[in-house]
């Protein structure tokens, strides 16, 4: 069953809209978390469980930062909303070219990617992360983030 991930708090939250059973499309629209101020929930086709140590991060189809969960501040060492509306390379650092080229070119998800990002002081990180492509069709990457 599909559902949606806040980037955020990390709540999970399924929406059953019927549509599908119907042989309808499925409803693609983002509800906003109960559970705190996010907007940006990221509906997710496949269960996933995130450490409590990861930072979830969505990227647009332009590699731009959407949003960034508060998960992120404990390593990356600045608010999250710092780099709301940055590039995700010259942002972040996220070795991550290749993958997200993979991920749009097959829209499928992408796990336990070992990389490297920058925090806010320029110190290189070893980092796990896990891509998921947006079934919405709207090129939304969530990125999972996971400091090694
Ligand atoms: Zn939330």
């Given at each position: 069953?599909?559902?949606?991930?806040?980037?955020?708090?990390?709540?999970?939250?399924?929406?059953?809209?019927?549509?599908?059973?119907?042989?309808?499309?499925?409803?693609?629209?983002?509800?906003?978390?109960?559970?705190?101020?996010?907007?940006?929930?990221?509906?997710?086709n496949?269960?996933?469980?995130?450490?409590?140590?990861?930072?979830?991060?969505?990227?647009?189809?332009?590699?731009?930062?959407?949003?960034?969960?508060?998960?992120?501040?404990?390593?990356?060492?600045?608010?999250?909303?710092?780099?709301?509306?940055?590039?995700?390379?010259?942002?972040?650092?996220?070795?991550?070219?290749q993958v997200i080229a993979d991920v749009r070119e097959y829209n499928q998800r992408r796990i336990?990617?070992?990389?490297?990002?920058?925090?806010?002081?320029?110190?290189?990180?070893?980092?796990?992360?896990?891509f998921f492509p947006s079934p919405?069709?709207?090129g939304?990457i969530?990125?999972?983030?996971?400091?090694?």
């Amino acid at each position: 069953m599909p559902y949606f991930m806040c980037p955020n708090c990390k709540l999970r939250r399924s929406v059953v809209s019927g549509a599908e059973a119907l042989g309808e499309e499925p409803d693609h629209t983002r509800p906003p978390c109960f559970n705190c101020e996010c907007d940006e929930t990221f509906e997710m086709n496949n269960d996933y469980f995130p450490a409590d140590a990861t930072g979830f991060v969505v990227v647009d189809a332009n590699d731009t930062i959407k949003y960034a969960g508060a998960d992120l501040e404990p390593f990356y060492g600045s608010a999250p909303d710092t780099v709301n509306g940055g590039n995700l390379y010259s942002t972040l650092g996220l070795s991550a070219e290749q993958v997200i080229a993979d991920v749009r070119e097959y829209n499928q998800r992408r796990i336990e990617q070992e990389l490297t990002m920058r925090n806010a002081e320029g110190t290189e990180l070893a980092v796990w992360a896990d891509f998921f492509p947006s079934p919405d069709g709207s090129g939304d990457i969530l990125i999972a983030i996971t400091p090694v």
